[in-house]
């Protein structure tokens, strides 16, 4: 939900806000956070790599809105297909390439330390201008608040 409430805010404020987006999957394999004793996302480690994958083919976007619109298809294993058959212009051998690659669990790993650093509770969380705002916000509330703080 609170994609979808924040995928208009990008387009009303083009050059007003900045969406920095940082992997913290709800899953003990590839989130280093000591309170999250298990998965509470059974595909979440998968997914945030494929996400992590389509990035470096400048295909986030893509995947964001991809891998949150279908969560429900997700299978083990198969997250990518899945993604490679909705976005066919991935190329899926370097997405499943790079999905192997250490070095991408270890991005999702520094992700997930940063927020431990900003002491995440919960996904979504949001910061504006360095104030924690947990969960998920209707648009129009996003609007107020970043009118707000614009002072607009």
């Known amino acids: 939900m609170a994609a979808n409430a924040v ?13 920095a987006f940082l992997n913290f999957p709800l899953a003990a394999e590839c ?3 000591p309170k999250l004793k298990h998965t509470m996302h059974e595909f979440a480690c998968e997914a945030a790599t494929v996400a992590v994958c389509a990035q470096q083919q400048g295909k986030f976007a893509e ?9 429900k298809d997700f299978q083990a294993g198969k997250i990518a297909d899945l993604f490679a058959e909705k976005v066919p212009s991935v190329d899926t051998a370097k ?25 995440i509770q919960s996904t979504p969380t949001f ?3 360095g104030k924690k705002l947990e969960g998920g916000l209707p648009t129009n509330l996003w609007i107020e608040i970043i009118d707000r703080t614009l002072k607009k």
């Open 7 to 19: 995928h208009p805010l990008l387009k009303r404020y083009p050059n007003d806000i900045k969406f």
């Open 31 to 33: 989130n280093v956070d």
């Open 63 to 71: 995947a964001y809105e991809t891998l949150f619109e279908n969560q």
């Open 95 to 119: 997405l499943k390439d790079c999905m192997k690659l250490p070095s991408t669990l270890e991005k999702i790993k520094n992700d997930s330390t940063i927020g431990v650093k900003l002491n």
């Open 127 to 129: 910061f504006i201008n």
